[in-house]
């Protein structure tokens, strides 16, 4: 039975092992927590011989690790953008469908990018000439790079948000890993 994203179950203490290599295979990343583990109770009519064990294994899905990892995206650039002075270096995020597919994904860019890249096709559309949005890049990554790290080394919460982002998408990558076995199928 299920109880809020915890799975309890019953095996006869004989048969742990097995049960257990059958959970972690289909149900995988799977950490047993005994802090949670209610005591078993046996009926007085039972001998010691029928004791059943009860264990607790509770696992995350992708879905919330992935979560986890966007809301620390989104702390990040919201602290990023407030301390930062020159707004063409703010980061905007979206979830955007590249042509071609429905397929959404996470886009994060700063806004002189979002700019070359309205500018450039607004001049497609008119027949007019604007620099690709990739040369604008080229441009200014040097300077766009060399702000965001002196407001990264000054603020010391930037700093940590960053790593736990960080630590976040390793535990993410990880579980993936486990949970797919190396068989892990990406478009």
């Given at each position: 039975?299920?109880?809020?994203?915890?799975?309890?179950?019953?095996?006869?203490?004989?048969?742990?092992?097995?049960v257990?290599?059958?959970?972690?295979?289909?149900?995988?990343a799977?950490?047993?927590?005994?802090?949670?583990?209610?005591?078993?109770?046996?009926?007085?009519?039972?001998?010691?011989?029928?004791?059943?064990?009860?264990?607790?294994?509770?696992?995350?899905?992708?879905?919330?690790l992935?979560?986890?990892?966007?809301?620390?995206?989104?702390?990040?650039?919201?602290?990023?953008?407030?301390?930062?002075?020159?707004?063409?270096?703010?980061?905007?995020?979206?979830?955007?469908?590249?042509?071609?597919?429905?397929?959404?994904?996470?886009?994060?860019?700063?806004?002189?990018?979002?700019?070359?890249?309205?500018?450039?096709?607004?001049?497609?559309?008119?027949?007019?000439?604007?620099?690709?949005?990739?040369?604008?890049?080229?441009?200014?990554?040097?300077?766009?790079r060399?702000k965001a790290?002196?407001?990264?080394?000054?603020?010391?919460?930037?700093?940590?948000?960053?790593?736990?982002?960080?630590?976040?998408e390793?535990?993410?990558?990880?579980?993936?890993?486990?949970?797919?076995?190396?068989?892990?199928?990406?478009?």
């Amino acid at each position: 039975m299920a109880r809020s994203g915890v799975l309890y179950f019953a095996a006869r203490s004989a048969l742990l092992p097995l049960v257990a290599l059958l959970l972690v295979g289909s149900a995988v990343a799977a950490n047993p927590t005994p802090s949670r583990t209610a005591p078993v109770t046996q009926p007085a009519n039972a001998s010691a011989d029928s004791e059943l064990d009860e264990f607790v294994i509770e696992g995350k899905k992708l879905s919330q690790l992935r979560k986890q990892i966007v809301e620390a995206e989104d702390r990040f650039y919201q602290l990023y953008n407030e301390l930062n002075t020159d707004k063409d270096f703010d980061v905007n995020c979206e979830t955007q469908a590249p042509l071609g597919t429905r397929i959404t994904q996470r886009v994060c860019k700063p806004v002189f990018y979002a700019e070359a890249e309205a500018e450039y096709a607004q001049a497609m559309l008119r027949g007019d000439y604007a620099p690709p949005p990739e040369l604008v890049a080229l441009q200014r990554q040097a300077a766009y790079r060399a702000k965001a790290l002196a407001l990264i080394n000054k603020n010391p919460e930037l700093l940590r948000l960053l790593r736990r982002r960080d630590e976040l998408e390793r535990g993410y990558l990880k579980t993936r890993k486990e949970r797919f076995k190396g068989h892990w199928i990406q478009f």
